[in-house]
Nanobody, 124 residues
Framework: QVQLVESGGGLVQAGGSLRLSCAAS????????MAWFRQAPGKEREFVAS????????YYADSVKGRFTIARDNAKNTVFLQLNSLKPEDTAVYFC?????????????????WGQGTQVTVSS
């Protein structure tokens, strides 16, 4: 069992940056591939980025590639998402998630544990 708590969301102008953090409980954080998803009002939850257990492999949705960066610090039980060059269409609630299987999937059903989400709003 792992509990996840996101932070770092807020209101930012287009072109700005934010850094999201997700703190995990438990002593086995490094055994979980991690991911960020987002959900905008009236839309389905979508994959943003994922990272392997060691942090050596990362994956991104095409819509954020080159603008967002996922990273993790296993010593601090934390995963990060750096959001740069933000656009109004990035506005959503951002969720972090932990998977029980061995690979950093892009699919939400593969993730067993979810945080409560943090709101990111990008104004034009």
């Amino acid at each position: 069992q792992v509990q996840l708590v996101e932070s770092g969301g807020g209101l930012v102008q287009a072109g700005g940056s934010l850094r999201l953090s997700c703190a995990a409980s438990g002593r086995t954080f490094s055994s979980y591939p991690m991911a960020w998803f987002r959900q905008a009002p009236g839309k389905e939850r979508e994959f943003v980025a994922s990272i392997s257990r060691s942090g050596g492999s990362t994956y991104y949705a095409d819509s954020v590639k080159g603008r967002f960066t996922i990273a993790r610090d296993n010593a601090k039980n934390t995963v990060f998402l750096q959001l740069n060059s933000l656009k109004p269409e990035d506005t959503a609630v951002y969720f972090c998630a932990a998977a029980q299987q061995s690979y950093a999937s892009r699919l939400a059903p593969d993730y067993s544990y979810w945080g409560q989400g943090t709101q990111v709003t990008v104004s034009s």
